[in-house]
């Protein structure tokens, strides 16, 4: 399966320097790009995240946009 687009977000809690405490739900990382991916380099891309950033909640959202036959 080829993904057209994608836009992955890791978030978490980053420690602020000036507050001298954690900031949470802060965007650790970002991946996106609308050139595409085929799903065999992205499941391991994601689960290479997953791992490096002690995943404990993905949230999954897939849109299908069928072909127009005409």
């Known amino acids: 399966m080829y993904i057209s687009k994608y836009d ?5 809690d980053k420690w602020n320097e000036k ?6 739900d802060c965007t650790l990382v970002r991946l996106f790009s609308d050139e595409g991916i085929h799903s065999k380099r992205f499941i391991p ?7 490096a950033h ?10 299908i946009k069928q072909r127009t036959y005409e």
Not at 8 to 12: E, I, N, Q, Y
Not at 19 to 24: P, T, Y
Not at 54 to 63: I, R, W
């Open 8 to 12: 992955v977000v890791v978030t978490g």
């Open 19 to 24: 507050k001298e405490k954690h900031d949470k």
């Open 45 to 51: 891309l994601l689960a290479e995240l997953e791992e």
């Open 54 to 63: 002690d995943g404990v909640d993905v949230e999954v959202s897939v849109v």
